[in-house]
């Protein structure tokens, strides 16, 4: 299917803000982000490499213009959203022991655990200079303000989401409620703070805001549940993770987590003794393929994406806004619901 | 020899000021932090352990004092600054593999690499919380715009002298001007904006200002050189790291980087065989201090340290301040001269 056309749109102004971000530094510790961008291979060379959806800053932009704004005085929240995120990936890659995204070695295994650490952590800094731009474009201290205090809310509760989602693994008794409650954070809370944002640039009315703001968080757990679902029965060469991936990781993602509070006792069992093995057999990935079919995973998995849409679509129906944008959430929302990649 | 009269002078309100920061978070994720601050067990019960020197808000606030202001006008900066320092400490364990600190087991040991991680890279962002309680205390936004800016340089700063610091890792071509760069990365950034800070809030002088800016730096440098030679002949009581561990660890610090650079060729050869080892042997470690002990380390270590307090002493000196602050200024001179642990 096709990505909705936001994503599109504001992509090469994204860039250009990011390189604005990143160009200024010398150290080879800014390559590490450049590679993890997609714009150099690991020697630094040029490249044009799939850098990720930019989902975040393109939902912040459109958020910013739907709401009434130009979206490019949005431009340096949409960069700093990017950059938390992608903060956040090669974090995770180091902490997953992933060795590959977006069909290339993850900054660790090209740089080494220690230094892909230093090169996240450096890349959470250059968001708060991204917003700093904000000031060039005639935004007010105040609200630049609340905007850095914002950003380092939806930090802070990704990294609490990632906290959450860790202490998962030694954990055989999450419920779906507590699942809800970590993708909030690892997931949610930066596309609420995204869109929120985007919207806080383009408008004065809290209200509108807060609607914004509210689609945000639905869009966000929405788009990962759909996520986890990709994890386990996507596409290799359109995930870029092979199928079946996340059995074998033993991740306690939704199909997991739902299947466990809706299965049979003895297929309770099954599931949990694949679970605990170190690394799961080809034939243990099978059967729990075939326990999560019978529980009805995908379904519920489709259901609840459903209701997160319908919740998104209904705040935004009481908004004020024009044809294209209209055009522009059906879109997105059509794309978190049918999505293979 | 007793530490300099501020580093207790200030404990207690830096501590309450950190506690006010973590305590209103409830996840596991900042019991991780109060662990390593020494507040709290592993398992989070109260304990009184060894937090550590707190050298840089103890420096913070004494520059806002001795510029003519009140100390506690800086406390939400001086935990600010212990933030960041902290942070890079649960960083740089996971980093370096090390398993003590402080006598204690270091926050990776006890919650996993992953974990800590995520702890450090929070405590980053609770950096930007604590300051903002100056807002409380009647800082202007425009202040605090400056200061949360300077802590993102500062910081990445920090991080930077991380990266240079591991990549000389692989390295045997090491200057010592090369390790100076990289040491006013990594330790100097800090404690200059620490100073820098403090003043900043003490005075509207932008000469004060830039005066403690100035011996903030060349007291991070004497300082670092000064846990060089610690690293190598410090006593493992006081410094909680075993004598010669930094030898062990093929550490590129202050020893090794001017012994290079300052011997005969075939003690250079003894030399880079002895760290090109996976892990020195004792009998490697013994031969290694000889030939630094030849090279006269111990007193060219002496030397510079001795130029920075001069230096930092010279800008001090050119400054109005009363009686205590000059006598405060003189322990830390000798501090970094003297100290032990």
Known sequence: MRPPAIIERYRSEINAELE????GHELPLYNMMKYHLGWTDEKGNPA?????KALRPALCLFSCEASGGDYRDALPAAAAVELVHNFSLIHDDVQDDDRERRHRPTVWVVW???QAINAGTAMRI???NAVERLLQLGVSLRKLFHINRRLDEMSLRLIEGQYLDISFEDRYDITVNDY???IEHKTGALIEGSMELGAYLGTN????????KKIGMNIGLAFQIRDDILGIWGNETETGKPSGNDIRRRKKSFPF???LENCSGIQRKELLAIYQQARPSGEGVEKALEIFEAAGVKNRARQMIEEYCADSNESF???DVNEQSRRDMEEVLRFLNDRSY
Do not use: E
């Open 20 to 23: 604005s971000v990143i160009d």
């Open 48 to 52: 044009q490499k799939d850098g990720g």
């Open 112 to 114: 080494g655990k220690p």
């Open 126 to 128: 250059l968001a708060n």
């Open 180 to 182: 809800i409650d970590m």
């Open 205 to 212: 009315s809290r209200l509108t805001v807060l609607a914004f």
């Open 257 to 259: 987590v739902y299947t």
């Open 317 to 319: 129906n009481k908004l």
